[in-house]
């Protein structure tokens, strides 16, 4: 039998529909970078912080459907209760980021460094944009998760536990902390998982506080110093705020940099006709466009997310159609309680 295919309207009508029937069986999830049509039809929108938060607080809901990527579907299964369920509209929405680490590159990295600063002087920071496992890993060995909201309490907490923190995946969002927090180019070193000791020299990581691991964003490395300097000449006076997965000399070169959630709040608390110059993902910024209208928001450069856009209001409907069976964002248990230890941990710095 051939598929009926609904416009975009009856698409909304049959979700609203679905959403009525549920009730408060239901809470669907969307992160910022979701298409306006999806976070209109959200429940709660927010970055992965937020989120996560959400996902903890909600034990009445028996569905989670989770607009985003899949290591945020699978960081609301891990703090999900065991009565709930947790999918995600598509499965093949994931991260290039949270690819470039994985368990058997970061064991052996983690291992060498305790070869030279000794056991226990190290504490690892796993970034949000992760799978499981290394939120596991990081449960295990006394470590922490963080979002781009909290890595700077996340980087203080590890820091009051050891000499040395190794911070994975992205080396941006951690040297974009460290430099906040004081740490000097010296005391922090890029480690590249495929090359001995990260390819520096044993006396610079036993000299360095503050280990990043060589991934990246790309949404976030599309933006350059030129196109901050075009922005400015297009429109004098405005202001440049940008993500701090920005590498850092964009994050010096910007008037400020934040989170999703920081970003949000730039922009509501700019005076009326300020012209905000934004370097993060697409969706965001054209939904803080017309949100603002009062205010002139420009992207610095147009940077969409492929993974997020993977979600849509077909695939959201077939997900509610099918509660419980398709999709379903599965953790295990193992897995599961090591990981949301590390949670756990992010989650009480707030």
Known sequence: MEKVQW??????????????????????????????????????????FELSRKAAADRQCRHIVFCGVHFMAESAAILSQPHQIVQIPEEEAGCWMAEMADTPLVEPAFEQLESLAGKGAIVPIVYMNSDAELKAFCGTHGGIVCTSSNADKALKWAFEKAEKVLFFPDRHLGHNTGYALGLTAEQMAVWSPHKPFGGNEPEALRRARLILWDGYCLVHTRFTC???????????????????????????????????????????????GSTIIIGTEINFIERLASEYPD?????????????????????????????????????????????????DRMLALA
């Open 226 to 272: 030129e196109q901050i300097e075009n922005s400015r000449a297009r429109h004098p006076g405005a202001k440049v705020i940008v993500h701090p997965e920005c590498p850092r000399e964009l994050v010096a070169m910007a008037d400020a940099s934040g989170s999703t959630s920081r970003i949000e709040k730039y922009v509501k608390d700019a005076p009326a």
């Open 7 to 48: 416009n975009n309207d009856e698409l909304v009508d049959k979700i609203l529909l679905k959403k009525q029937e549920l009730g408060n069986q239901l809470i669907i999830l969307t992160h910022h970078y979701q298409r306006k049509e999806i976070v209109a039809l959200g429940d709660f929108v927010g970055d992965s």
């Open 295 to 343: 205010k002139q928001v420009v992207e610095l450069h147009r940077s969409l997310c492929p993974n997020m856009f993977k979600i849509n209001l077909a695939n959201l409907l077939d997900t509610l159609e099918n509660l419980g069976e398709k999709n379903v964002v599965r953790v295990a248990e193992d897995i599961k309680a090591e990981a949301k230890v590390a949670l």
